[in-house]
Nanobody
């Protein structure tokens, strides 16, 4: 399984960015793709998840209403649209994937079950 991340960069508070994660190599179609982020000196934090099997989406309270996760079916790309960005959103963002039967709604929000990770991309929110 391979995950290729793109997007990220520097944006002013209130601005928007889109992150993309191209997923390839799964032999099944029931898997979860999640975005995590890690700010300097902090633990990796769950942001959002997309269940490839049924299309369900999930968000951390800190980003709900501002971030949107979606899938581009043709390219099997999982996008994270970041709107109304705040300085506290500054972090390295990672996408990760796991077969959905290996996680519950609780463990899906923790890094441990994920074996496959994309490279991180830095999002900096600053004026």
């Amino acid at each position: 399984v391979q995950l290729q991340v793109s997007g990220g960069g520097l944006v002013q508070p209130g601005g928007s960015l889109r992150l993309s994660c191209v997923v390839s190599g799964f032999t099944v179609d029931y898997y979860v793709v999640s975005w995590f982020r890690q700010a300097p000196g902090k633990e990796r934090e769950w942001v959002s998840s997309f269940n490839r099997g049924d299309g369900s989406t999930y968000y951390a309270d800190s980003v709900k209403g501002r971030f949107t996760i979606s899938r581009d079916n043709a390219k099997n790309t999982f996008n994270l649209q970041l709107n109304t960005l705040k300085p506290e959103d500054t972090a390295v963002y990672y996408c990760a994937a796991v077969i959905s039967t290996y996680v519950t709604l609780t463990t899906m929000t923790t890094p441990n079950p994920y074996r496959d990770w994309g490279q991180g991309t830095l999002v900096t929110v600053s004026s």
